[in-house]
């Protein structure tokens, strides 16, 4: 019996770009490539259909459907209404510009973090599944009975831009306060800058985790307790069974798990068990494998 696939699979971020391809349960080609410094949309777009069209000459078959993790708003039109990172795709027509990549194969895109979650539900074999991605940004996910929710074509599960802080910091949405400004990986390394009174790099950080250093641990049980406080407000509201945290950011930092369930079992009112918290099982490649996944379904 032939093979399935090949399907490829997109995870678009503001600063680099995933490509894998699987055909079957097998992994045939994968590259990621980092943005060239800002421009335009039209740039971004041909330094992308590059990528695509040099992992497309190494398959031995062509490509069944395509699915694209994009963190930017896209409205029922079609176009990007807002992407904080890279603004200067607003406006773009996303659908002409991904169909575009590979004409005459389906392609089909969703939210990067909506796409982390429904992998992660898969790998962990779970129906109610809360997914929180840490990294340049929060994103993250809601798998109810199975399927996404709010569900694909339906808007985005945005828990990184829900209000965790009146009075917080500045998002690059024009908020005060929303959980990306407050618990992503920047403003965490801003967080640990202003209390060590210069600047804190990541790897800088993962040290101090790793020694048990009182600073990094202040630091991110502040990060946590962000996260939380996100958490708990959905399980109050959808009763998820189980948190998984991933994201590049907090992949990197073994043992945060055990942290944000300290601080979610904090916050959980008497009688109602805390959500159980695990690492995410795919790390950083959530969205990317989401994206494959996506494209399996588009076929």
């Known amino acids: 019996m032939a093979?399935?696939?090949?399907?490829l699979g997109v995870d678009i971020g503001g600063t680099k770009v995933a490509l894998r391809v699987e055909a079957g349960a097998r992994c045939v080609a994968e590259t990621?490539?980092?943005w060239q410094p800002r421009h335009s949309a039209d740039r971004d777009l041909a330094q992308l259909a590059g990528h695509v069209e040099e992992i497309r000459g190494r398959l031995a078959a062509p490509l069944r459907a395509v699915g694209v993790a994009m963190p930017a708003t896209v409205a029922t039109d079609e176009r990007v209404t807002a992407w904080p990172s890279r603004p200067e795709w607003t406006g773009t027509d996303l659908g002409a510009a991904l169909r575009a990549l590979v004409p005459g194969t389906p392609v089909a895109w969703a939210d990067?973090?909506?796409?982390?979650?429904?992998a992660e539900a898969r790998a962990a074999d779970c129906a109610d599944l809360l997914y929180l991605g840490v990294g340049t940004?929060?994103?993250g996910g809601?798998?109810?009975?199975?399927?996404?929710?709010?569900?694909?074509?339906?808007g985005s599960f945005e828990i990184g831009h829900t209000v965790v802080e009146l009075d917080g910091p500045p998002c690059?949405?024009?908020r005060r306060g929303c959980l990306q400004a407050t618990a992503s990986g920047p403003a965490t390394l801003r967080d640990a800058a202003r209390l060590r009174g210069g600047d804190v790099t990541y790897d800088a950080l993962r040290r101090a985790w790793h020694d048990e250093r009182p600073w990094a641990r202040t630091?991110?049980?502040?990060?946590?307790?962000?996260?939380?406080?996100a958490a708990v407000s959905v399980?109050?509201?959808?009763h998820p069974r189980l948190l998984l945290l991933g994201g590049g950011f907090a992949s990197g930092l073994p043992g945060l798990d055990t942290l944000l369930a300290a601080q979610l079992a904090d916050l959980t009112r008497p009688g109602h068990p805390p959500l159980t918290v695990r690492p995410a099982s795919l790390g950083a490649l959530s969205s990317l494998r989401g994206a494959v996944e996506l494209a399996r379904m588009s076929a």
Request: with cysteine; aromatic share 4%.
């Open 3 to 7: 093979e399935d696939g090949p399907y």
């Open 137 to 139: 940004g929060v994103g």
């Open 142 to 154: 809601l798998v109810l009975r199975g399927d996404l929710c709010p569900g694909l074509g339906r």
């Open 172 to 174: 690059v949405c024009g």
């Open 32 to 34: 990621v490539f980092a």
């Open 235 to 238: 399980q109050e509201l959808l």
């Open 112 to 118: 990067d973090g909506d796409l982390g979650a429904l």
């Open 219 to 229: 630091v991110l049980r502040r990060t946590c307790r962000a996260l939380a406080a």
